[in-house]
């Protein structure tokens, strides 16, 4: 599952449990972007804050992993080369890409889409409010993730934040102390 996470919050977490649960997933590795090439870096929070609130809201859950791959490779984060590299990392293994349903219509916009359904199976986590637009391509595996899903966002929080409102119960209140702490989107 890999994203922004700008912040991360009960949303993310509850579509990776849910796909953990419903696709009998031993673990979901969590890969916070060094530099999303759809947002311009200087609206991000730097990737050390995003990789420790990630770590921080993970904490507890054995199954949920965070890596720093893509923080350890210079350059825009494309999804193809994680799933790539992953793929040489853990052969045998069967990977997933864990998307929220308002995701999968862009991905053909995304660098080597075909790649990335060849090399993963697409697990598409509904998101409350936003519709699963069809497969992109006759070809691509894709499978629904069902379960209970939370409408957070998080440009709703960072939006909070800066109106000085509450972010409680919004994301971990491990999430909500660094963000407090560090002076995170004020």
Not at 42 to 58: E, K, Q
Not at 68 to 93: I, K, N, Q
């Amino acid at each position: 599952m890999g994203g922004s996470f700008d912040p991360v919050h009960l949303g993310h977490l509850r579509a990776a449990e849910n796909a953990r649960e419903a696709l009998e997933l031993d673990e979901v590795l969590f890969v916070p972007a060094a530099e999303p090439p759809h947002k311009p870096a200087s609206s991000l929070s730097p990737a050390r804050d995003r990789l420790a609130m990630v770590t921080l809201a993970v904490a507890g859950n054995p199954a949920f992993v965070v890596s720093d791959l893509e923080l350890r490779r210079s350059g825009p984060s494309y999804t193809v080369d994680t799933l790539s590299h992953l793929a040489r990392e853990r052969a045998g293994d069967k990977l997933f890409l864990i998307v929220g349903s308002d995701t999968l219509g862009e991905m053909s916009s995304w660098r080597e889409p075909e790649r990335i359904f060849g090399l993963s199976t697409i697990a598409v986590a509904d998101r409350p409010g936003a519709d699963a637009p069809p497969a992109p391509s006759p070809a691509a595996r894709v499978v629904r993730v069902g379960g209970p899903g939370l409408f957070v966002s998080a440009s709703e929080v960072r939006r909070r934040v800066r109106e000085g409102r509450s972010i409680r119960y919004l994301l971990p209140d491990t999430v909500a102390a660094y963000i407090s702490t560090h002076g995170l989107y004020a």
